[in-house]
């Protein structure tokens, strides 16, 4: 399985970005799609998470600006970011739950990160 993501880049602060993730490979089922972020010399931390039952959950700091969405059919998950803030500078990284085939346990796949950078 193999994640790649799109959309990162610089913005100024109180613009929009929208990333996505897209999974390919041997895919049964996907449970948790989630975006985690790491600022420079800070530990990685979960940004938003949304499960198959469309259930989101978010940091404290994201919440109101950030919105995770996910395409099934499309193995794809998406972070809209708006109200941007110089904070949210960091590499951003897709993770998704995924059982490699019916007789197969879920796993942890990550994606290989995207920058984004918001000046003030």
């Known amino acids: 399985v193999q994640l790649v993501e799109s959309g990162g880049g610089l913005a100024q602060a109180g613009g929009s970005l929208r990333l996505s993730c897209v999974a390919s490979?041997?895919?049964?089922?996907?449970?948790?799609m989630a975006w985690y972020r790491q600022a420079p010399g800070k530990q990685r931390e979960l940004a938003a998470a949304i499960d198959e039952g469309g259930n989101r959950n978010y940091v404290d700091s994201v919440k109101g600006r950030f919105t995770i969405s996910r395409d099934d059919a499309k193995n794809t998950v998406y972070l809209q970011m708006n109200s941007l803030k110089p904070e949210d500078t960091a590499v951003y990284y897709c993770?998704?739950?995924?059982?490699?085939?019916?007789?197969?346990?879920?796993?942890?796949?990550w994606g290989q990160g995207t920058q984004v950078t918001v000046s003030s």
């Open positions: 490979g041997s895919i049964f089922s996907i449970n948790t």
């Open positions: 993770k998704q739950v995924v059982s490699p085939a019916y007789y197969a346990g879920p796993r942890d796949f």
